[in-house]
């Protein structure tokens, strides 16, 4: 099973500015804002805390290969036209924390997300 934030809206609308390919898109994204709105850069961001808060952990894009965060992830951003494979295992082993079956959690080109559990590894699914 593959969680897909592509088509989830919430009522709550958070408006993000990106500096993609020299031009400003404006995108609306579905998460309710949290008390202080994050400043979301370029590129793909992993964060400790939900909605955006806590240590950043930046994704290496250019890296198609797994990838363990140093901490676990509650959040991120990913501001690019890349896609990220989230792992709730280490060694981008599939499933929910502790077991293994099909579940992981595919982060779009500009999307956000709050995961269902906290993200260990990752992996970027498609490249430049």
């Not at 140093?70 to 990220?84: C, E, F, G, T, V």
């Amino acid at each position: 099973m593959v969680v897909h934030m592509a088509n989830r809206w919430k009522t709550n609308l958070v408006k993000i500015t990106a500096s993609v390919t020299g031009a400003t898109l404006l995108v609306g994204a579905g998460i309710a804002q949290p008390a202080e709105a994050a400043t979301f850069q370029s590129g793909a961001t992993f964060y400790t805390g939900a909605d955006f808060t806590g240590k950043e952990i930046p994704v290496d894009l250019g890296n198609a290969q797994c990838v363990s965060l140093p901490a676990a992830a509650a959040s991120a951003a990913n501001l690019s036209s890349q896609n990220i494979a989230v792992y709730f295992n280490a060694d981008c082993q599939q499933g929910a924390p502790g077991t293994t079956n099909d579940l992981l959690f595919i982060l779009g080109g500009l999307h956000t997300a709050n995961f269902p559990w906290v993200g260990v590894s990752y992996r970027v699914t498609t490249t430049k």
